[in-house]
């Protein structure tokens, strides 16, 4: 039998689902020995007697002849080696045992090679963290083009779209409050396109919805924090469904607020959101569908910028952003002869949105000539994903016409 698996890798806990295609649902699997709990604590066990790693247990404490190696996460973030009873393991070597032994819980006779596709989310995911993490798992034996790892909230993407159209007839709204703050998205989607884009706006309240706030006795203060952030959230928002996730929201605090913001939408709450999720990437990943979808996460570019320019008779874009793209990985330099002009046209495409604009940077002070002898060198760099800095330098041309060292600069909001 073949399985697609979903992993939730949390600096806490880690959590496991595998993908029912007869049923089209996600299956949760029990991780703890007496098959009661779908979490377990992102630690893994080596006994010394046994010479073998073991699923951690809280049992495991304390005992002389087990070493418990707790931060598996910031071992993943890492990648550093660690010495267990003598030996030298690398992270993978360790990550790699922790994925086997949670895997093992699907069906203890499960091989790498039933394994048909596998995503590991993680909260927030930088390239050390994937790297290492993709390492670890084809180090326990599973072919790299069976693996995924995304972060929380592309995951989250993918999910929306594998339920019930009714949920995500328009907007969809995430709220995520944990020790590390409150985070709340919008997924907006672009239905006329294809493949259809789905783009996610981000908004931190850690400032307002405070965790320490949960430690007080008279809990109308985090109420009313809470109330607040939801008005702002939903202003003017045509949002169908609210999932809230997060073990800040494990109390029954927030119920109240929910339940009045339901009206007209529908309203989700639990801790085993993303790895679902995870599950549904690995199918749409494995299985076929993740064509149908652009994700675009909170630090993607939503829109595509392009120099327009001529090439001998051809006119041509040159990009400097595409969407889906990285905005911390977009971005460059070229140089340009103008002729006859003293403006530089940037082409601009929004994925919500069919139609293209034109940005047009004009460059004062600079003398219009129908010679050819203007030439300037063009630099693009992106701050955040809804801007772009566009730089540009005369630099002369040679003998013909020495620099005047004039620089602009200009914004271009995406």
């Given at each position: 039998?073949?399985?697609i698996?979903g ?25 703890s020995?007496d ?24 049992l495991?404490?304390?005992k ?5 190696i ?7 973030m890492?990648g ?10 690398s992270s ?7 994925f086997?032994?949670?895997i093992?819980?699907i ?5 790498p ?5 596998i ?6 995911l ?8 993709e ?15 995304c972060?929380?909230?592309?995951s ?5 779209v ?18 590390e703050?409150?985070?709340a998205?919008v997924?907006h989607f ?11 706006e ?6 307002s ?8 006795e ?11 952030v ?15 996730t ?11 607020t ?5 009206t007209?939408?529908?309203?989700f ?22 064509e149908?979808y652009?994700?675009?996460g909170e ?8 120099l327009r ?17 990285k905005?911390?990985?977009a ?6 002869i103008?002729?006859n002009?003293n403006e ?14 034109c940005?047009?940077m004009?460059l004062?002070?600079?003398?219009t000539?129908?010679?050819k002898?203007n030439r300037?060198?063009?630099n693009?760099r ?5 801007c ?22 200009q914004?271009?909001n995406?």
């Amino acid at each position: 039998m073949e399985y697609i698996v979903g992993i939730d890798l949390c600096r806490d806990f880690t959590q496991l689902c595998i993908f029912n295609n007869e049923t089209n649902t996600v299956d949760s699997v029990a991780l703890s020995s007496d098959r009661q709990s779908t979490k377990v604590k992102t630690a893994i066990s080596y006994s010394a007697s046994k010479k073998d790693f073991m699923v951690y247990s809280p049992l495991h404490d304390g005992k002389l002849d087990i070493t418990v190696i707790p931060n598996l996460y910031d071992l993943a973030m890492s990648g550093e080696h660690i010495t267990i009873d003598g030996e030298d393991y690398s992270s993978a070597r360790i990550l790699a045992r922790f994925f086997r032994r949670i895997i093992a819980c699907i069906n203890r006779e499960c091989e790498p090679k039933d394994i048909r596709g596998i995503t590991v989310t993680v909260k927030e995911l930088d390239l050390g963290l994937k790297s290492n993490l993709e390492e670890a798992l084809v180090y326990y034996g599973i072919l790299a083009e069976r693996i995924k790892i995304c972060d929380h909230i592309e995951s989250f993407m993918y999910y929306v779209v594998m339920q019930n159209k009714d949920i995500w007839i328009n907007d969809v709204g995430l709220m995520c409050f944990d020790e590390e703050g409150f985070k709340a998205y919008v997924l907006h989607f672009g239905r006329k396109q294809q493949p259809m884009s789905i783009v996610a706006e981000t908004s931190d309240f850690s400032d307002s919805v405070k965790y320490s706030m949960l430690k007080e006795e008279d809990d109308i203060r985090i109420k009313y924090a809470f109330e607040s952030v939801c008005g702002i959230l939903l202003h003017k928002q045509n949002i169908s469904a609210v999932y809230a996730t997060g073990d800040g929201f494990d109390g029954t605090w927030a119920d109240e607020t929910l339940k009045r913001i339901s009206t007209g939408r529908r309203i989700f709450k639990g801790q085993n959101l993303y790895v679902k999720a995870a599950a549904c990437v690995a199918h749409l990943t494995f299985d076929g569908g993740s064509e149908n979808y652009l994700i675009i996460g909170e630090d993607d570019l939503k829109s595509s910028i392009a120099l327009r320019a001529v090439s001998g008779k051809t006119q041509k874009e040159l990009a400097f952003g595409n969407v889906g793209q990285k905005y911390y990985e977009a971005g460059g330099s070229c140089e340009l002869i103008l002729d006859n002009t003293n403006e530089i046209d940037f082409m601009i495409h929004n994925a919500l949105k069919k139609d293209s604009f034109c940005a047009i940077m004009t460059l004062d002070a600079l003398p219009t000539r129908r010679n050819k002898t203007n030439r300037v060198s063009v630099n693009v760099r992106f701050p955040s994903r809804d801007c772009a800095v566009v730089t540009v330098k005369d630099v002369g041309f040679g003998a013909i016409r020495k620099t005047d060292y004039r620089i602009w600069e200009q914004v271009i909001n995406l």
